[in-house]
């Protein structure tokens, strides 16, 4: 990133994703897909417990950029207290311990997108979205081109804007 540091990182909690910017929004899609998994999987009350808070902060983040400031406080407060029980709260399975550990280890990071309304979001889903032609175009070469057909093309000229030209052709498959 030739030595830029942005302000906010939102990544899943791949440990090369952190400590990338001065805050970080871990993702919360990738720990609900985690909990949903727990919930069929297991019968712990705690996935319940963490599926429930995760629709509270799913809720505020649809919301954050139409709330007053001092709601959006509040609630994040409310939510940090809710997740305070969540994370000191027994675990049976193993499943549920696991999303309750890395959930202790993210908590600073899990409520990031509240400060910066608007402008962080609470998932990273788009960014994998708008790099998956560019990741598919590199292990799969086709007749369209390196990044599949030209609607795909124009969601990678951001990525290749900022990594140079596009490649002439993608790379053959090992």
């Known amino acids: 990133m030739d030595g830029h540091r942005p ?7 791949y440990s090369a994703q952190q400590g990338r910017a001065d805050q970080q929004q ?12 727990a919930l069929e999987a297991g019968d712990d009350i705690l996935a319940l ?25 509040s609630r994040r407060r409310k939510l940090e207290r809710s997740l305070t029980d969540v994370l000191a709260a027994p ?6 311990r696991d999303i309750q550990t890395r959930m202790r280890r993210a908590r600073d990071q899990l409520l990031t997108f509240a400060s910066f309304p608007g402008q962080v979001e609470a998932t990273n889903n788009a960014c994998e979205r708008d790099l998956r032609p560019a990741v598919i175009s590199a292990r799969t070469p086709t007749a369209t081109g390196p990044c599949g057909p030209p609607r795909a093309k124009q969601r990678c000229a951001p990525w290749w804007r900022q990594r140079g030209s596009p490649p002439a052709r993608a790379p053959s498959a090992p």
């Open 7 to 13: 302000a906010v990182w939102l990544s899943d909690r």
């Open 26 to 37: 871990t993702c919360l899609a990738h720990l609900a897909r985690d909990v949903a998994y």
């Open 49 to 73: 417990r963490l599926k429930l808070w995760l629709d509270a902060a799913f809720a505020l983040a649809r919301s954050v950029t139409t709330l007053a400031p001092s709601t959006v406080a």
């Open 91 to 96: 675990a049976v399975c193993d499943l549920a």
